[in-house]
């Protein structure tokens, strides 16, 4: 059964940093893309940041540019989301998200989530 286990949320301050990690296991397919979503209370869930398998062609929303980095590590088939200059506006919980290749289709998996919290 795959699994995506985010960790690496909580509290920080305005301008202050967290490096989010997502852990993806039991799976026996290819990786093609793994992003980062965020959801505020009361809003649509929005993508953050994505990072294709091969090539690692990252890109990221315009709120975060600049900001945040997407990267991962093979090998240990996890995906990392920097966060630097956090602002109040970056509170939401954020989802690991994978698309996985095997027998010919492809697959979605979600986290859990991990929370983000700015507070001054």
């Known amino acids: 059964q795959v699994r995506l286990v985010e960790s690496g949320g909580g509290l920080v301050q305005p301008g202050g940093s967290l490096r989010l990690s997502c852990a993806v296991s039991g799976s026996i397919f290819s990786t093609v893309a793994m992003s980062w979503f965020r959801q505020a209370p009361g809003k649509e869930r929005e993508l953050v940041a994505t990072i294709t398998n091969p090539g690692g062609t990252t890109n990221y929303a315009d709120s975060v540019k600049g900001r945040f980095t997407i990267s991962r590590d093979n090998s240990e088939n996890t995906v990392y989301l920097q966060s630097n200059s956090l602002k109040p506006e970056d509170t939401a919980m954020y989802y690991c998200?994978?698309?996985?290749?095997?027998?010919?289709?492809?697959?979605?998996?979600w986290g859990q989530g991990t929370q983000v919290t700015g507070f001054s």
């Open positions: 998200y994978a698309r996985l290749r095997g027998f010919g289709t492809l697959r979605d998996y």
